[in-house]
């Protein structure tokens, strides 16, 4: 294998220039107003393409994304804390030409694959019963030093940006895996629920407190949470679980928000989530990605089944474009009309672009969307005229 030139998730990182306006995106997102359609690429590529990339000639903005036009908001983040504050300082434990093991703030022994992945992989994990819990739990407790950075300031350069203005929460199902793991997560819904119950009311107690004094002096457009519950075969976690654990957490963070002016509930999760889409619709969430069609996410299915009540970006097949130009333009001709159509969609890659994807047919998905984009458009106003 050639030496990897890009391998951090930062060398990764892509380049956009937004041209939706905050207000833009929220009323098109919300089913407000439905002016013209977006679309972008969410991730970018996975380690290797960029080298691939550059060996069939990519210019250097095809290599940052920079020279492909795209639709899309810009986001701003606010620097508070609602997740884990303190920890343990990181170790590093070996280190060799194929991976790196450490110790990280957890106290997890983490090993990362160099050159295939750029998150290092759980090898062990700090909770297993209540009493391990309690050891930690000060880490995810209120204290004045979430609030620590300027957040006021940086709101202040966000709006005169005209960015859409973010704040994120640990995941209801995510934090505790972080903490036991998945198994080990999944068996103590049965085995031990006082202990996800006091996880979740610990977590949820301290983000209720940062955003409640957050949001009572700037508006939050965007309520962000990462989960990434499910695999192809299904999620994690059911409806009775998400209903029992979750939904107190999410529900009380997102009516605060909500009743204060926010519009979004975002939730990150691959994986096939339909089982589930009800259930996270009760919590509040009214919007996910990535919306992968290889894990059963068709989100013209999905549009049709939910209407307005969920909103989505991505759903674009990233495994097409390993494929033929008229397996490309099939699956365009079917995403995109109806989501110029309805509204409520940023029409994008699933997900990362993988390894293998030709630089022209990537070239061609960019131009042939545009098209698609363009006609459904125009065939729109005119109707509406």
């Known amino acids: 294998m050639p030496k990897l030139k890009w391998t951090t998730h930062a060398d990764l990182a892509i380049r956009k220039t937004p041209t939706v306006g905050r207000r833009e995106y929220l009323d098109h997102m919300t089913f407000q107003a439905n002016t013209r359609p977006l679309f972008t690429e969410i991730f970018g590529p996975l380690i290797g393409l960029k080298e691939e990339w550059e060996a069939q000639g990519a210019t250097a903005g095809e290599l940052d994304f920079s020279a492909f036009p795209y639709r899309c908001e810009g986001r701003g983040y606010l620097p508070v804390n609602t997740g884990l504050l303190g920890g343990y300082p990181e170790e590093l434990i070996e280190e060799t030409e ?15 694959p160099k050159g295939r992945a750029t998150i290092g992989l759980p090898l062990d994990y700090p909770v297993r019963t209540m009493d391990d819990w309690l050891k930690i739990k000060p880490w995810y407790t209120f204290s004045e030093a979430r609030l620590a950075n300027d957040w006021q300031a940086v709101d202040a350069e966000h709006r005169k940006q005209d960015r859409v203005i973010c704040v994120g929460i640990p995941g209801g199902f995510d934090e505790p895996r972080e903490l036991m793991g998945e198994e080990g997560l999944c068996v103590a819904y049965y085995e031990q629920p006082e202990l996800i119950h006091d996880m979740l009311q610990t977590i949820g107690e301290t983000a209720f407190r940062v955003l409640e004094r957050v949001s009572a002096a700037v508006q939050i457009d965007v309520l962000f ?12 976690a059911g409806p009775k679980q998400i209903r029992e654990f979750i939904q107190p957490y999410y529900r009380r963070v997102w009516d605060l928000l909500r009743d204060r002016g926010a519009r979004l509930f975002d ?6 989530m339909n089982p589930v889409i009800e259930a996270f619709l009760d919590t509040g969430v009214n919007c996910m990605h990535p919306m992968e069609p290889a894990a059963n996410m068709d989100i013209v299915a999905v549009r049709q089944k939910y209407g307005t009540r969920l909103a989505f970006y991505g759903g674009i097949d990233k495994h097409v474009l390993r494929r033929s130009r008229a397996e490309i333009v099939a ?3 079917y995403k995109i ?22 630089l022209e047919n990537y070239r061609f998905y960019i131009a042939t969307a545009w098209d698609i984009i363009n006609r459904e458009s125009a065939g729109k106003d005119a109707r509406a005229s």
């Open 267 to 272: 939730m990150d999760s691959d994986g096939d």
């Open 98 to 112: 194929a991976y790196r093991i450490w110790r990280d703030r957890l106290g997890r022994t983490m090993k990362l």
């Open 337 to 358: 009309p109806p989501m110029v159509r309805s509204g409520g969609c940023v029409l994008a890659l699933d997900h990362r672009i993988p390894n293998g994807t030709p």
């Open 331 to 333: 699956e365009l001709e």
């Open 225 to 236: 949470v990462h989960e990434d519950m499910a695999g192809k075969s299904g999620p994690l």
